[in-house]
């Protein structure tokens, strides 16, 4: 997959697959990151740096502007399902990078022929959650959850999620 570029303003930003040579500009990210590990504990506060380093075998993509990163995507596969998880530094909250990064995990997801991916949020995070309600994502009994069935068919998030989500990859470890 190609980087993706997009002009906002005068800001340009570019979405692309992440590499080793990215963690200190991700360590340097999170070091200022908002809001800091709430109830799911994301990001860890603190040193960033083990918890990127435990994600180094899962699907990573940046967003950076300049020489900056300025957001961060994983998929976190596990067995024919994946969780995802998408952070999008404050100060470039609003342009819809947040969306670009989520749409590279989808496509990953779907190359890779997964059955379903998940992710988690604080029930607060209305951005967030409304971006995966837009991209077809269903939301459960547990308003963190949200759920998308890359199959076509029913999908009940309740009950399709339980062993998934009693192990999540991207959470501190």
């Known amino acids: 997959?190609?980087?993706?570029?997009?002009?906002?303003?005068?800001?340009?930003?570019?979405?692309?697959?992440?590499?080793?040579?990215?963690?200190?500009?991700?360590v340097a990210m999170y070091a200022s990151f908002e809001?800091?590990?709430g109830p799911l504990g994301l990001p860890p506060r603190g040193d960033s740096r083990p918890w990127l380093e435990s994600l180094a075998n899962d699907t990573s993509f940046v967003a950076t502007a300049g020489d900056r990163v300025v957001g961060h995507a994983v998929l976190c596969v596990n067995g024919d399902s994946a969780e995802l998880a998408v952070f999008v530094y404050q100060n470039f909250r609003g342009i819809h990078l947040g969306k670009r990064?989520?749409?590279?995990?989808?496509?990953?997801?779907?190359?890779?022929?997964?059955?379903?991916?998940?992710?988690?949020?604080?029930p607060d995070n209305l951005p967030m959650l409304r971006l995966a309600?837009?991209?077809?994502?269903?939301r459960g009994s547990d308003p963190a959850l949200f759920t998308l069935d890359l199959n076509a068919g029913p999908h009940d998030p309740d009950t399709a999620m339980s062993s998934e989500v009693s192990r999540p990859c991207v959470s501190p470890r």
Do not use: N
Request: hydrophobic letters at 45%; a negative charge.
């Open 1 to 26: 997959m190609s980087a993706a570029t997009d002009t906002v303003g005068e800001l340009c930003t570019v979405v692309r697959r992440a590499t080793a040579e990215d963690i200190d500009a991700l």
């Open 101 to 122: 990064l989520l749409a590279e995990l989808l496509a990953e997801a779907r190359q890779k022929g997964l059955r379903r991916v998940w992710g988690m949020t604080e």
């Open 35 to 37: 809001p800091r590990g």
């Open 133 to 138: 309600v837009s991209l077809g994502f269903v």
